[in-house]
Protein backbone atom coordinates (compact mmCIF):
# COMPACT_ATOMS: atom_id res chain seq x y z
CA UNK A 1 0.00 0.00 0.00
CA UNK A 2 3.18 2.50 0.82
CA UNK A 3 4.80 1.55 -1.98
CA UNK A 4 1.50 2.48 -4.32
CA UNK A 5 1.09 5.88 -2.33
CA UNK A 6 5.27 6.50 -3.37
CA UNK A 7 4.43 5.24 -6.93
CA UNK A 8 1.57 8.15 -6.96
CA UNK A 9 3.20 10.82 -5.11
CA UNK A 10 6.51 10.05 -8.08
CA UNK A 11 3.99 10.18 -10.41
CA UNK A 12 2.76 13.16 -9.76
CA UNK A 13 5.54 15.27 -8.71
CA UNK A 14 7.04 14.18 -12.39
CA UNK A 15 3.79 15.64 -13.48
CA UNK A 16 4.17 18.53 -11.81
CA UNK A 17 7.57 19.00 -12.79
CA UNK A 18 6.77 18.77 -17.23
CA UNK A 19 3.98 21.18 -15.85
CA UNK A 20 6.12 23.84 -14.46
CA UNK A 21 8.36 23.65 -17.07
CA UNK A 22 5.21 24.38 -19.97
CA UNK A 23 4.26 27.03 -17.41
CA UNK A 24 5.47 29.78 -18.93
CA UNK A 25 2.57 32.87 -19.22
CA UNK A 26 3.49 36.79 -19.64
CA UNK A 27 1.35 39.68 -19.13
CA UNK A 28 4.19 42.37 -19.68
CA UNK A 29 5.28 45.72 -21.14
CA UNK A 30 8.54 44.85 -22.67
CA UNK A 31 11.19 42.47 -23.03
CA UNK A 32 14.35 43.02 -23.95
CA UNK A 33 16.91 39.95 -24.29
CA UNK A 34 20.45 40.00 -24.72
CA UNK A 35 22.79 37.07 -25.26
CA UNK A 36 26.64 36.10 -25.97
CA UNK A 37 27.81 32.95 -25.93
CA UNK A 38 31.00 32.01 -26.56
CA UNK A 39 32.08 28.57 -24.25
CA UNK A 40 29.37 25.36 -25.07
CA UNK A 41 26.21 24.52 -23.52
CA UNK A 42 25.39 20.92 -23.76
CA UNK A 43 21.95 19.04 -22.56
CA UNK A 44 22.18 15.40 -22.97
CA UNK A 45 19.05 13.16 -22.10
CA UNK A 46 18.43 9.12 -22.08
CA UNK A 47 15.18 9.01 -21.30
CA UNK A 48 13.17 5.73 -21.87
CA UNK A 49 9.82 4.90 -23.47
CA UNK A 50 7.26 7.17 -23.80
CA UNK A 51 4.69 9.63 -26.35
CA UNK A 52 6.80 12.16 -28.42
CA UNK A 53 7.52 15.29 -26.54
CA UNK A 54 6.77 13.02 -22.87
CA UNK A 55 10.44 14.60 -22.48
CA UNK A 56 11.79 17.95 -23.28
CA UNK A 57 14.54 19.96 -23.81
CA UNK A 58 14.42 23.32 -24.14
CA UNK A 59 16.71 25.69 -25.07
CA UNK A 60 16.36 29.60 -25.17
CA UNK A 61 19.60 31.82 -26.30
CA UNK A 62 18.23 35.08 -25.63
CA UNK A 63 15.07 33.50 -26.55
CA UNK A 64 11.56 34.27 -25.96
CA UNK A 65 9.86 30.83 -25.22
CA UNK A 66 6.61 32.37 -23.18
CA UNK A 67 3.25 32.40 -23.77
CA UNK A 68 1.54 35.34 -23.55
CA UNK A 69 1.20 39.11 -24.20
CA UNK A 70 3.82 41.93 -24.41
CA UNK A 71 4.52 45.41 -26.31
CA UNK A 72 7.18 45.41 -27.66
CA UNK A 73 9.81 42.36 -27.51
CA UNK A 74 13.70 42.55 -28.68
CA UNK A 75 15.72 39.24 -28.69
CA UNK A 76 19.11 39.02 -29.50
CA UNK A 77 21.58 36.19 -29.38
CA UNK A 78 25.18 35.62 -30.69
CA UNK A 79 26.46 32.24 -30.55
CA UNK A 80 30.17 31.75 -31.72
CA UNK A 81 30.32 28.21 -29.43
CA UNK A 82 29.18 24.66 -29.24
CA UNK A 83 25.37 23.91 -28.59
CA UNK A 84 24.42 20.49 -28.25
CA UNK A 85 20.67 19.14 -27.28
CA UNK A 86 21.29 15.46 -27.36
CA UNK A 87 18.56 12.41 -26.28
CA UNK A 88 18.16 8.44 -26.52
CA UNK A 89 14.40 8.19 -25.59
CA UNK A 90 11.43 10.23 -27.12
CA UNK A 91 11.73 13.74 -27.12
CA UNK A 92 10.54 17.40 -28.16
CA UNK A 93 13.81 19.63 -28.31
CA UNK A 94 13.53 23.12 -29.03
CA UNK A 95 16.43 25.70 -29.31
CA UNK A 96 15.67 29.59 -29.49
CA UNK A 97 18.55 31.92 -30.61
CA UNK A 98 17.65 35.26 -30.20
CA UNK A 99 14.15 34.34 -31.37
CA UNK A 100 10.66 33.66 -30.72
CA UNK A 101 9.41 29.95 -29.72
CA UNK A 102 5.86 30.63 -28.17
CA UNK A 103 2.00 31.95 -28.49
CA UNK A 104 3.12 35.30 -28.08
CA UNK A 105 0.71 38.11 -28.53
CA UNK A 106 3.23 41.47 -29.01
CA UNK A 107 3.20 44.66 -31.09
CA UNK A 108 6.70 44.53 -32.22
CA UNK A 109 8.74 41.50 -32.21
CA UNK A 110 12.33 41.85 -33.01
CA UNK A 111 14.53 38.73 -33.28
CA UNK A 112 18.37 38.66 -34.61
CA UNK A 113 20.05 35.76 -33.73
CA UNK A 114 23.71 34.20 -35.42
CA UNK A 115 24.93 31.32 -34.93
CA UNK A 116 29.22 31.12 -35.51
CA UNK A 117 29.81 27.61 -33.75
CA UNK A 118 28.04 24.48 -34.22
CA UNK A 119 24.21 23.83 -33.23
CA UNK A 120 23.04 20.04 -32.69
CA UNK A 121 20.07 18.72 -32.36
CA UNK A 122 19.85 15.05 -32.01
CA UNK A 123 17.77 12.25 -31.09
CA UNK A 124 17.46 8.50 -31.08
CA UNK A 125 13.37 7.78 -31.37
CA UNK A 126 10.39 9.91 -31.87
CA UNK A 127 11.49 13.69 -32.22
CA UNK A 128 10.01 16.62 -32.54
CA UNK A 129 13.23 19.39 -33.01
CA UNK A 130 12.52 23.12 -33.27
CA UNK A 131 15.35 25.20 -34.10
CA UNK A 132 15.15 29.04 -34.83
CA UNK A 133 18.63 31.63 -34.83
CA UNK A 134 16.82 35.10 -35.43
CA UNK A 135 12.98 33.84 -35.76
CA UNK A 136 9.60 33.78 -34.50
CA UNK A 137 7.43 30.28 -34.57
CA UNK A 138 5.01 29.14 -32.29
CA UNK A 139 1.94 31.18 -33.22
CA UNK A 140 3.04 34.88 -32.70
CA UNK A 141 0.25 37.48 -33.04
CA UNK A 142 2.55 40.66 -33.73
CA UNK A 143 1.88 43.86 -35.48
CA UNK A 144 5.25 44.02 -36.92
CA UNK A 145 8.04 41.44 -37.27
CA UNK A 146 11.39 42.03 -38.02
CA UNK A 147 13.31 38.70 -38.31
CA UNK A 148 17.09 38.60 -38.96
CA UNK A 149 19.40 35.01 -38.87
CA UNK A 150 23.05 34.50 -39.62
CA UNK A 151 24.80 31.19 -40.18
CA UNK A 152 28.44 30.60 -40.65
CA UNK A 153 28.55 27.56 -38.18
CA UNK A 154 27.38 24.16 -38.65
CA UNK A 155 23.99 23.26 -37.67
CA UNK A 156 22.65 20.04 -37.74
CA UNK A 157 19.32 17.92 -36.66
CA UNK A 158 19.41 14.07 -37.16
CA UNK A 159 16.90 12.01 -36.14
CA UNK A 160 16.72 8.09 -35.66
CA UNK A 161 14.02 5.73 -34.79
CA UNK A 162 10.88 4.39 -36.19
CA UNK A 163 8.56 7.59 -35.41
CA UNK A 164 5.26 8.51 -37.57
CA UNK A 165 5.05 12.26 -36.96
CA UNK A 166 8.74 12.94 -36.56
CA UNK A 167 9.30 17.01 -37.31
CA UNK A 168 12.52 18.75 -37.86
CA UNK A 169 12.48 22.67 -38.45
CA UNK A 170 15.61 24.60 -38.40
CA UNK A 171 14.13 28.63 -39.38
CA UNK A 172 17.00 31.14 -40.30
CA UNK A 173 15.72 35.00 -39.84
CA UNK A 174 12.18 33.63 -40.67
CA UNK A 175 9.02 32.93 -39.32
CA UNK A 176 6.25 30.00 -38.79
CA UNK A 177 2.29 30.23 -37.71
CA UNK A 178 2.48 33.88 -37.15
CA UNK A 179 -0.19 36.40 -37.62
CA UNK A 180 0.95 40.18 -38.05
CA UNK A 181 0.99 43.25 -40.33
CA UNK A 182 4.40 44.17 -41.67
CA UNK A 183 6.83 41.24 -41.86
CA UNK A 184 10.93 41.74 -42.63
CA UNK A 185 13.07 38.89 -42.77
CA UNK A 186 16.36 38.44 -43.59
CA UNK A 187 18.80 35.76 -43.72
CA UNK A 188 21.78 34.49 -44.40
CA UNK A 189 23.76 30.80 -44.66
CA UNK A 190 27.52 31.13 -45.18
CA UNK A 191 28.13 27.58 -43.32
CA UNK A 192 25.83 24.43 -43.54
CA UNK A 193 22.85 23.62 -42.29
CA UNK A 194 21.92 19.95 -42.34
CA UNK A 195 18.69 17.52 -41.45
CA UNK A 196 18.54 13.97 -41.39
CA UNK A 197 16.15 11.62 -40.37
CA UNK A 198 16.91 8.15 -40.95
CA UNK A 199 14.28 4.98 -39.34
CA UNK A 200 13.41 1.84 -40.32
CA UNK A 201 9.57 2.25 -40.76
CA UNK A 202 8.57 6.10 -40.88
CA UNK A 203 5.58 7.96 -42.29
CA UNK A 204 4.19 11.75 -42.17
CA UNK A 205 7.34 12.49 -41.37
CA UNK A 206 8.39 16.47 -42.17
CA UNK A 207 11.83 18.23 -42.50
CA UNK A 208 11.78 22.10 -43.10
CA UNK A 209 14.35 24.73 -43.26
CA UNK A 210 13.35 28.55 -43.95
CA UNK A 211 16.18 30.96 -44.66
CA UNK A 212 14.72 34.83 -44.69
CA UNK A 213 11.16 33.16 -45.49
CA UNK A 214 7.56 32.93 -44.24
CA UNK A 215 5.29 29.74 -43.96
CA UNK A 216 1.54 29.33 -43.09
CA UNK A 217 1.00 32.70 -41.75
CA UNK A 218 -1.44 35.89 -42.07
CA UNK A 219 -0.44 39.12 -42.46
CA UNK A 220 0.11 42.17 -44.87
CA UNK A 221 3.09 43.28 -46.65
CA UNK A 222 6.20 41.18 -46.58
CA UNK A 223 9.62 42.00 -47.35
CA UNK A 224 12.19 39.24 -47.66
CA UNK A 225 15.83 38.96 -48.88
CA UNK A 226 17.81 35.96 -48.21
CA UNK A 227 21.33 35.05 -49.37
CA UNK A 228 22.45 30.94 -48.71
CA UNK A 229 26.32 30.40 -49.91
CA UNK A 230 26.64 27.61 -48.05
CA UNK A 231 25.37 24.32 -47.81
CA UNK A 232 21.83 23.19 -47.09
CA UNK A 233 21.16 19.40 -47.33
CA UNK A 234 17.82 17.08 -46.18
CA UNK A 235 18.49 13.64 -45.81
CA UNK A 236 15.54 11.16 -45.16
CA UNK A 237 16.89 7.84 -45.38
CA UNK A 238 13.97 5.58 -43.98
CA UNK A 239 13.10 2.24 -44.66
CA UNK A 240 9.35 1.92 -45.13
CA UNK A 241 7.68 5.54 -45.17
CA UNK A 242 4.84 7.17 -46.78
CA UNK A 243 3.97 11.21 -47.17
CA UNK A 244 7.27 12.17 -46.31
CA UNK A 245 7.99 15.34 -46.98
CA UNK A 246 11.16 17.81 -47.23
CA UNK A 247 10.60 21.69 -47.40
CA UNK A 248 13.54 24.59 -48.39
CA UNK A 249 11.72 27.80 -48.11
CA UNK A 250 14.55 30.55 -48.84
CA UNK A 251 13.76 34.03 -49.31
CA UNK A 252 9.83 32.36 -50.28
CA UNK A 253 6.23 33.13 -48.92
CA UNK A 254 4.30 29.96 -48.87
CA UNK A 255 0.78 29.50 -46.94
CA UNK A 256 0.27 32.61 -46.29
CA UNK A 257 -2.02 34.94 -46.65
CA UNK A 258 -0.61 38.40 -47.50
CA UNK A 259 -1.22 42.08 -49.68
CA UNK A 260 1.72 42.62 -50.65
CA UNK A 261 4.71 40.20 -51.17
CA UNK A 262 8.66 41.06 -52.40
CA UNK A 263 11.53 38.73 -52.69
CA UNK A 264 14.83 38.73 -52.86
CA UNK A 265 16.87 36.26 -53.07
CA UNK A 266 20.46 34.64 -53.98
CA UNK A 267 21.66 30.79 -54.10
CA UNK A 268 24.73 30.66 -54.40
CA UNK A 269 25.90 27.47 -52.59
CA UNK A 270 24.48 23.68 -52.63
CA UNK A 271 20.83 22.98 -52.23
CA UNK A 272 20.07 19.32 -51.83
CA UNK A 273 17.36 17.32 -51.02
CA UNK A 274 17.78 13.12 -50.67
CA UNK A 275 14.10 11.48 -50.20
CA UNK A 276 13.32 8.04 -48.74
CA UNK A 277 13.95 5.02 -50.62
CA UNK A 278 10.24 3.78 -50.61
CA UNK A 279 6.25 5.32 -49.33
CA UNK A 280 3.43 7.37 -51.06
CA UNK A 281 3.14 10.90 -51.33
CA UNK A 282 6.37 11.75 -50.69
CA UNK A 283 6.90 15.55 -51.87
CA UNK A 284 10.47 17.65 -52.09
CA UNK A 285 9.83 21.02 -52.40
CA UNK A 286 12.15 24.19 -52.76
CA UNK A 287 10.92 27.65 -53.11
CA UNK A 288 14.04 30.09 -53.58
CA UNK A 289 12.60 33.86 -53.61
CA UNK A 290 9.28 32.59 -54.92
CA UNK A 291 5.25 33.08 -53.87
CA UNK A 292 3.87 29.50 -53.63
CA UNK A 293 0.22 28.28 -52.46
CA UNK A 294 -0.53 25.10 -50.32
CA UNK B 1 -22.81 -14.32 -82.66
CA UNK B 2 -19.27 -14.04 -80.93
CA UNK B 3 -17.43 -12.32 -83.85
CA UNK B 4 -19.89 -9.86 -84.07
CA UNK B 5 -19.14 -8.84 -79.94
CA UNK B 6 -15.53 -9.37 -80.60
CA UNK B 7 -15.73 -6.88 -83.10
CA UNK B 8 -17.95 -4.40 -81.08
CA UNK B 9 -15.59 -4.29 -78.65
CA UNK B 10 -12.79 -3.73 -80.97
CA UNK B 11 -14.07 -1.20 -82.47
CA UNK B 12 -15.65 0.53 -78.70
CA UNK B 13 -11.54 0.25 -77.75
CA UNK B 14 -10.20 2.41 -80.66
CA UNK B 15 -12.52 4.88 -80.45
CA UNK B 16 -11.82 5.41 -76.76
CA UNK B 17 -8.05 5.43 -78.01
CA UNK B 18 -9.05 7.52 -80.72
CA UNK B 19 -10.44 9.73 -78.50
CA UNK B 20 -7.93 10.38 -76.07
CA UNK B 21 -5.89 11.12 -78.66
CA UNK B 22 -7.74 14.04 -79.81
CA UNK B 23 -8.05 15.29 -76.68
CA UNK B 24 -3.98 16.17 -76.22
CA UNK B 25 -4.00 17.49 -79.74
CA UNK B 26 -3.45 20.34 -78.49
CA UNK B 27 -0.45 19.69 -76.25
CA UNK B 28 -2.02 19.67 -73.11
CA UNK B 29 -5.15 18.18 -71.45
CA UNK B 30 -7.94 20.65 -71.23
CA UNK B 31 -9.32 18.39 -68.33
CA UNK B 32 -8.83 20.31 -65.36
CA UNK B 33 -8.97 18.28 -62.31
CA UNK B 34 -11.59 19.51 -59.36
CA UNK B 35 -9.34 21.41 -56.97
CA UNK B 36 -6.73 22.52 -58.50
CA UNK B 37 -8.00 25.99 -58.92
CA UNK B 38 -10.12 26.60 -56.03
CA UNK B 39 -7.43 25.31 -53.51
CA UNK B 40 -6.92 27.26 -50.10
CA UNK B 41 -3.13 28.66 -50.53
CA UNK B 42 -1.85 32.07 -50.69
CA UNK B 43 -4.39 35.22 -50.86
CA UNK B 44 -2.60 37.99 -52.12
CA UNK B 45 -4.36 41.07 -52.98
CA UNK B 46 -1.66 43.54 -53.48
CA UNK B 47 1.41 43.27 -55.59
CA UNK B 48 3.95 40.55 -55.93
CA UNK B 49 7.89 41.37 -56.77
CA UNK B 50 9.33 37.79 -56.45
CA UNK B 51 13.12 37.60 -57.79
CA UNK B 52 15.41 34.57 -56.92
CA UNK B 53 19.00 33.84 -58.39
CA UNK B 54 20.54 30.30 -58.21
CA UNK B 55 24.09 30.15 -58.56
CA UNK B 56 25.07 27.28 -56.78
CA UNK B 57 23.80 23.47 -57.36
CA UNK B 58 20.58 22.35 -56.55
CA UNK B 59 20.06 18.61 -56.34
CA UNK B 60 16.75 16.40 -55.48
CA UNK B 61 17.09 12.55 -55.42
CA UNK B 62 13.92 10.51 -54.89
CA UNK B 63 11.90 7.15 -55.63
CA UNK B 64 12.16 3.95 -54.87
CA UNK B 65 9.55 1.21 -53.89
CA UNK B 66 6.05 1.29 -54.65
CA UNK B 67 6.64 5.00 -54.90
CA UNK B 68 3.08 6.31 -55.58
CA UNK B 69 1.14 9.83 -56.25
CA UNK B 70 4.44 11.69 -55.27
CA UNK B 71 2.95 14.68 -57.37
CA UNK B 72 2.14 18.08 -57.39
CA UNK B 73 0.27 19.64 -54.31
CA UNK B 74 0.83 23.00 -55.56
CA UNK B 75 -0.87 24.22 -58.85
CA UNK B 76 1.48 25.28 -61.18
CA UNK B 77 3.76 22.70 -62.78
CA UNK B 78 1.42 19.99 -64.46
CA UNK B 79 -1.53 22.21 -63.78
CA UNK B 80 -5.22 20.25 -63.13
CA UNK B 81 -2.77 17.89 -60.51
CA UNK B 82 -4.43 17.46 -56.93
CA UNK B 83 -1.75 14.52 -55.78
CA UNK B 84 0.28 15.77 -53.01
CA UNK B 85 3.80 15.27 -53.15
CA UNK B 86 6.40 15.09 -55.96
CA UNK B 87 9.88 17.35 -56.72
CA UNK B 88 9.82 20.75 -57.05
CA UNK B 89 11.89 23.30 -57.44
CA UNK B 90 10.97 27.12 -57.38
CA UNK B 91 13.39 30.32 -58.68
CA UNK B 92 11.39 33.61 -57.95
CA UNK B 93 7.48 32.91 -59.57
CA UNK B 94 4.68 32.42 -57.85
CA UNK B 95 2.28 30.14 -57.86
CA UNK B 96 -1.11 28.48 -56.38
CA UNK B 97 -4.71 29.85 -55.82
CA UNK B 98 -3.03 33.52 -56.05
CA UNK B 99 -5.09 36.38 -56.62
CA UNK B 100 -2.59 39.47 -57.04
CA UNK B 101 -3.05 43.31 -58.22
CA UNK B 102 0.33 43.59 -60.29
CA UNK B 103 2.97 40.59 -60.36
CA UNK B 104 6.83 40.53 -61.46
CA UNK B 105 8.64 37.68 -60.78
CA UNK B 106 12.16 37.45 -62.20
CA UNK B 107 14.64 34.14 -61.80
CA UNK B 108 18.00 33.25 -62.82
CA UNK B 109 19.93 30.04 -62.34
CA UNK B 110 23.50 29.90 -63.55
CA UNK B 111 24.05 26.59 -61.97
CA UNK B 112 23.00 22.91 -62.31
CA UNK B 113 19.64 21.96 -61.03
CA UNK B 114 18.86 17.91 -61.25
CA UNK B 115 15.82 16.27 -60.16
CA UNK B 116 16.22 12.18 -59.94
CA UNK B 117 13.34 9.65 -59.44
CA UNK B 118 14.03 5.74 -59.92
CA UNK B 119 11.69 3.23 -58.58
CA UNK B 120 10.09 -0.06 -59.37
CA UNK B 121 6.46 1.35 -59.37
CA UNK B 122 5.66 4.81 -59.24
CA UNK B 123 2.68 6.41 -60.22
CA UNK B 124 1.41 10.07 -60.64
CA UNK B 125 4.46 11.17 -59.41
CA UNK B 126 5.58 15.03 -60.73
CA UNK B 127 9.06 16.08 -61.65
CA UNK B 128 9.12 20.47 -61.68
CA UNK B 129 11.44 23.14 -62.48
CA UNK B 130 9.95 26.52 -62.74
CA UNK B 131 12.31 29.58 -62.89
CA UNK B 132 10.65 33.11 -63.18
CA UNK B 133 7.26 31.58 -63.78
CA UNK B 134 4.04 32.13 -63.22
CA UNK B 135 1.55 29.48 -62.33
CA UNK B 136 -2.55 28.64 -61.29
CA UNK B 137 -2.89 32.54 -60.43
CA UNK B 138 -5.26 35.15 -61.51
CA UNK B 139 -3.97 39.14 -61.71
CA UNK B 140 -3.94 42.24 -63.46
CA UNK B 141 -0.64 42.46 -65.17
CA UNK B 142 1.69 39.73 -65.34
CA UNK B 143 5.52 40.11 -65.94
CA UNK B 144 7.59 36.87 -65.65
CA UNK B 145 11.39 36.65 -67.05
CA UNK B 146 13.28 33.90 -66.93
CA UNK B 147 17.31 33.25 -67.49
CA UNK B 148 18.84 29.64 -67.38
CA UNK B 149 22.37 28.80 -68.11
CA UNK B 150 23.25 25.96 -66.11
CA UNK B 151 21.85 22.67 -67.00
CA UNK B 152 19.05 21.15 -65.91
CA UNK B 153 17.98 17.19 -66.17
CA UNK B 154 15.04 15.46 -64.98
CA UNK B 155 15.16 11.48 -64.63
CA UNK B 156 12.44 9.32 -64.05
CA UNK B 157 12.63 5.50 -64.27
CA UNK B 158 10.89 3.22 -62.87
CA UNK B 159 9.40 -0.74 -63.17
CA UNK B 160 5.62 0.62 -63.92
CA UNK B 161 5.07 3.87 -64.41
CA UNK B 162 1.76 6.07 -64.99
CA UNK B 163 0.45 9.74 -64.63
CA UNK B 164 4.00 11.05 -64.18
CA UNK B 165 5.26 14.87 -65.09
CA UNK B 166 8.55 15.79 -66.16
CA UNK B 167 8.15 19.90 -66.59
CA UNK B 168 10.45 22.66 -66.92
CA UNK B 169 9.67 26.30 -67.17
CA UNK B 170 11.37 29.24 -68.12
CA UNK B 171 9.80 32.76 -67.83
CA UNK B 172 7.05 30.91 -68.81
CA UNK B 173 2.74 31.29 -67.85
CA UNK B 174 0.66 28.35 -67.05
CA UNK B 175 -2.67 28.24 -66.13
CA UNK B 176 -3.46 31.56 -65.42
CA UNK B 177 -5.99 34.41 -66.02
CA UNK B 178 -4.89 38.23 -66.74
CA UNK B 179 -5.23 41.51 -68.49
CA UNK B 180 -1.73 41.81 -69.92
CA UNK B 181 0.93 39.19 -69.82
CA UNK B 182 4.13 39.57 -70.60
CA UNK B 183 6.65 36.40 -70.60
CA UNK B 184 10.32 36.32 -71.40
CA UNK B 185 12.15 33.19 -71.31
CA UNK B 186 16.12 32.63 -72.45
CA UNK B 187 17.74 29.25 -72.45
CA UNK B 188 21.90 29.72 -72.93
CA UNK B 189 21.86 25.77 -71.56
CA UNK B 190 20.81 22.25 -71.81
CA UNK B 191 17.75 20.75 -70.34
CA UNK B 192 17.41 17.17 -70.84
CA UNK B 193 14.57 15.60 -69.82
CA UNK B 194 14.22 11.51 -69.22
CA UNK B 195 11.51 9.03 -68.63
CA UNK B 196 11.71 5.06 -68.97
CA UNK B 197 9.78 2.89 -68.03
CA UNK B 198 8.50 -0.96 -68.35
CA UNK B 199 4.89 0.02 -68.33
CA UNK B 200 3.89 3.67 -69.19
CA UNK B 201 0.30 5.55 -69.43
CA UNK B 202 -0.27 8.69 -69.63
CA UNK B 203 3.11 10.34 -68.48
CA UNK B 204 4.20 13.82 -69.99
CA UNK B 205 7.30 15.99 -70.41
CA UNK B 206 7.03 19.70 -70.69
CA UNK B 207 9.74 22.44 -71.70
CA UNK B 208 8.42 26.18 -71.70
CA UNK B 209 10.66 29.08 -72.44
CA UNK B 210 8.69 32.17 -72.58
CA UNK B 211 5.79 30.46 -73.17
CA UNK B 212 1.98 30.83 -72.12
CA UNK B 213 0.15 27.43 -71.31
CA UNK B 214 -3.65 27.32 -70.65
CA UNK B 215 -3.77 30.88 -70.18
CA UNK B 216 -6.58 33.63 -70.17
CA UNK B 217 -5.79 36.99 -71.09
CA UNK B 218 -6.35 40.23 -73.04
CA UNK B 219 -2.97 40.77 -73.96
CA UNK B 220 -0.45 38.04 -74.66
CA UNK B 221 3.25 38.92 -75.43
CA UNK B 222 5.53 36.04 -75.28
CA UNK B 223 9.18 35.77 -76.22
CA UNK B 224 11.47 32.89 -76.03
CA UNK B 225 14.75 32.37 -76.57
CA UNK B 226 17.03 29.05 -76.80
CA UNK B 227 20.44 28.86 -77.60
CA UNK B 228 21.57 25.60 -75.93
CA UNK B 229 19.89 22.31 -76.49
CA UNK B 230 16.85 20.70 -75.16
CA UNK B 231 16.17 17.06 -75.41
CA UNK B 232 12.90 14.97 -74.14
CA UNK B 233 13.26 11.28 -74.31
CA UNK B 234 10.07 9.00 -73.42
CA UNK B 235 11.81 5.19 -73.91
CA UNK B 236 9.29 2.60 -72.65
CA UNK B 237 8.26 -0.69 -73.08
CA UNK B 238 4.19 -0.39 -73.33
CA UNK B 239 3.85 3.33 -73.43
CA UNK B 240 -0.07 4.84 -73.98
CA UNK B 241 -0.86 8.33 -74.31
CA UNK B 242 2.43 9.98 -73.84
CA UNK B 243 2.85 13.56 -75.10
CA UNK B 244 6.27 15.70 -75.12
CA UNK B 245 5.50 19.24 -75.29
CA UNK B 246 7.27 22.10 -76.04
CA UNK B 247 6.87 24.98 -76.52
CA UNK B 248 9.27 28.22 -76.93
CA UNK B 249 7.54 32.16 -77.52
CA UNK B 250 4.07 30.73 -78.06
CA UNK B 251 0.84 30.40 -76.98
CA UNK B 252 -1.22 26.98 -76.03
CA UNK B 253 -4.32 26.16 -75.56
CA UNK B 254 -4.70 29.75 -74.43
CA UNK B 255 -7.68 32.32 -74.95
CA UNK B 256 -6.65 36.12 -75.74
CA UNK B 257 -7.65 39.09 -77.57
CA UNK B 258 -3.58 40.29 -78.78
CA UNK B 259 -1.24 37.35 -78.93
CA UNK B 260 2.48 38.88 -79.68
CA UNK B 261 4.40 35.73 -79.83
CA UNK B 262 8.55 36.05 -81.14
CA UNK B 263 11.32 33.06 -80.63
CA UNK B 264 14.51 32.75 -81.61
CA UNK B 265 16.07 28.94 -81.65
CA UNK B 266 20.06 28.75 -82.52
CA UNK B 267 20.35 25.17 -80.25
CA UNK B 268 19.30 21.63 -80.59
CA UNK B 269 16.26 20.83 -79.94
CA UNK B 270 14.94 16.59 -80.02
CA UNK B 271 12.13 14.79 -78.84
CA UNK B 272 12.77 10.74 -78.93
CA UNK B 273 9.68 8.64 -78.44
CA UNK B 274 11.35 5.23 -78.67
CA UNK B 275 8.52 3.04 -77.40
CA UNK B 276 7.71 -0.31 -77.92
CA UNK B 277 4.21 -1.23 -78.07
CA UNK B 278 2.95 2.33 -77.65
CA UNK B 279 -0.32 4.20 -78.82
CA UNK B 280 -2.04 7.62 -78.82
CA UNK B 281 1.16 9.57 -77.83
CA UNK B 282 1.78 12.67 -79.01
CA UNK B 283 4.81 15.14 -79.71
CA UNK B 284 4.37 18.72 -80.07
CA UNK B 285 6.44 21.71 -80.55
CA UNK B 286 5.48 25.49 -80.80
CA UNK B 287 8.24 28.10 -81.66
CA UNK B 288 7.04 31.36 -81.93
CA UNK B 289 3.52 30.11 -83.19
CA UNK B 290 0.11 29.28 -81.66
CA UNK B 291 -1.23 25.96 -81.05
CA UNK B 292 -4.68 25.11 -79.93
CA UNK B 293 -5.46 28.74 -79.09
CA UNK B 294 -8.65 30.60 -79.37
CA UNK B 295 -7.49 34.06 -80.40
CA UNK B 296 -9.67 37.56 -80.06
CA UNK B 297 -11.18 36.68 -77.08
CA UNK B 298 -12.22 37.78 -73.70
CA UNK B 299 -13.30 40.79 -75.62
CA UNK B 300 -13.19 42.92 -71.97
Do not use: W, Y
Given at each position: ?KI?????LV???????VA???D??????N?????????S??????T?A??????K?A??I????????A?????????????T???????E?T??I????????A??V??????????T?S?????V?????G??L????A???I??GT???VV??TGK??????Q?????????D?S??NLN???N????I??V????ANG?????I?V?A?DN?????V??N???????T?????G????N???V?I???R???I?D????V?V?GGVT?I?P???DQ??Q????G????R | ??????A?AV?????A????A?S?T???????L?G?????G??????????????G???Q?G?GVG?LA???NT???R?GS??????Q?R?G?V?G??N???I???G????D??Q?????L?GGN?????I?S????T?????V???V???I????AA??????T??V????????TA????A???L?????????NT?S?L??Q?V???AAR?V??????????????????????GAT?I???LN??GA????????????T?RG???Q???N?GAG???Q??VVG??Q?T?AGGP??
Amino acid sequence: MKIARLAVLVCAASACAVAAADDKSLDTRNITTHATITSSITQSAGTGAGAAGDSKQALEIGGVAASGSARDVTATANVAALVTQTSNGRNEQTLAIGGVDAALSARNVVVNGTALGAITQSADTRIVQRLGIGAALGSVDARDVIANGTVTGVVTQTGKGNGLNDQQNILVGAVKDTSGRNLNLSGNVTGAITQVATSGANGANSQDILVGAIDNSDVRDVTTNATVIGLVTQISGTGLSGTNRQSVNIGGVRNASIRDASTFVLVGGGVTQIGPVGGDQNRQKMVLGGVEGR
Amino acid sequence: MKLRQLAVAVLATCAALSAMAQSITDGSSNTILPGSLTRSGVNVTGNINAQGTVTGTVTQVGGGVGNLANGSNTPGGRAGSTIAGGQQVRVGGVAGDVNARNITATGSATADISQTRIGTLTGGNEQLVAIGSVGNTTANDINVRGNVVGIITQIGAAGASGLNTQAVEVGSVDDTTANNVTADGVLGATVTQTSSNTLSLLNEQVVAVGAARRVEANNLTLKGTVVGAITQNEVNVGATAISQVLNVGGANNAVARNIDATATVRGLVTQVSANVGAGGNLQSVVVGGVQGTRAGGPQN
